[in-house]
């Protein structure tokens, strides 16, 4: 059965909701909760590490289950003057809640206090964030692109398999013909994508289907790291953020090393970080989102941990992909309903604002209003 033409069973507590998903748009993705950014959001044209959310939000999770005014589900992004600016774009001013789920400091500075206030933290990526922000020493460590065994499974790539490959910085303005000069590498493999699954899909067949990777782009080792396959930092004189770098190399027990070229990576990967390389497990990192997670979701990532040796996966994730509270209509409605519900709350608030001005008088008679609502 299509989940995402399955109708409610009558007796279902979602029984009113819509009982089919809207059409998919060209991009292949369901509309995501506009509270979710990530960068250049909209846009045509995709770095693939930055556009993850939307197969993971697709794929592995439900609706929020902690309110926020912006959830981030990925990148390098905790940076005080980020947070008020996102804030500040989202709602024209400078206060409310954005929830990181397992993001990273952009650098070493600590964020400033009223930064600090706005946010919520969900797991970070690596132990240097976590240091940093002054988190607890058992916080979930884990960048969510390692969950990608748990969204996709990989087929063969005509393009890479049995190649190596080079991934540059999507800034890099080098041509083709001089990554490979420099690299020794059999294929380039850009970042940018087409705003589509298909797309998004096909660049982690090719990374998955590498021999190996030697990336400047982060996503491309986290994602070369989450399928297994032998990779190597890139240092081609456009190194992004060494921080970012240092912060996921410790979360997976390793240091931040950088090589010139794929022999030297080979090098490198064999001699010291095969024998170094230490996964988080996938369950922690998918248990403590912002978002519940879908129970299948939970399954595979258990299974992938190796807490749920006897079980037939793949048939109790299908069993829980049939649930009515599963399927993409009740998802979709459920959005709908809180994204209406907050809408009503907020025009609520102006409507206040309005009549008694921003004072004491705004806050008793906000006070009032939500007292006999409630």
């Not at 070229?261 to 912002?290: E, F, K, M, N, Y």
């Amino acid at each position: 059965m299509n989940p995402s033409s399955a109708r409610l069973p009558r007796d279902s507590i979602f029984r009113g909701l819509r009982p089919t998903a809207p059409p998919l748009p060209p991009s292949g993705f369901r509309e995501l909760d506009a509270r979710v950014h990530y960068f250049v959001r909209g846009a045509a044209v995709q770095n693939f590490g930055d556009y993850l959310p939307e197969l993971l939000v697709q794929a592995l999770l439900q609706q929020p289950r902690v309110e926020a005014d912006i959830y981030r589900l990925i990148g390098s992004v905790i940076e005080s003057s980020w947070i008020l600016r996102d804030l500040r774009h989202t709602l024209g001013v400078a206060h409310g809640t954005i929830a990181f789920w397992c993001c990273g400091m952009r650098n070493e500075r600590p964020l400033r206090a009223k930064a600090a206030s706005l946010c919520s933290f969900f797991g970070v990526r690596g132990p240097r964030t976590r240091d940093r922000l002054g988190l607890a020493a058992d916080t979930v460590l884990g960048d969510p692109g390692l969950l990608a065994p748990l969204f996709h499974r990989p087929a063969p790539s005509p393009a890479t398999s049995g190649r190596t490959i080079c991934i540059p910085h999507i800034h890099d303005p080098k041509t083709d013909a001089e990554l490979l000069d420099i690299s020794g590498a059999d294929v380039v493999v850009r970042p940018q994508i087409a705003a589509t699954e298909a797309a998004l899909r096909d660049i982690l067949d090719k990374i998955a289907g590498a021999d190996f990777v030697l990336t400047a782009s982060l996503h491309g080792a986290i994602i070369a790291c989450a399928y297994g396959r032998p990779f190597a930092f890139w240092d081609n004189g456009h190194v992004d953020i060494v921080f970012k770098w240092q912060d996921f190399a410790e979360s997976v027990n390793l240091t931040a090393q950088f090589v010139k070229t794929v022999r030297d990576g080979v090098g490198l990967h064999r001699d010291v970080q095969a024998s170094r390389l230490r996964l988080p497990p996938l369950t922690p990192i998918l248990d403590v989102c912002p978002f519940a997670a879908r129970p299948s979701a939970l399954a595979r990532a258990l299974a992938h941990d190796g807490r749920l040796d006897g079980v037939d996966v793949d048939t109790l994730a299908r069993a829980f992909d049939s649930l009515a509270s599963s399927q993409p209509a009740a998802i979709d409605q459920l959005r709908r309903l809180s994204a209406k519900h907050r809408a009503l709350h907020a025009g609520l608030g102006r409507a206040i604002h309005r009549q008694a001005g921003s004072g004491v008088e705004a806050v008793k008679l906000f006070l009032r209003t939500m007292l006999r609502l409630s």
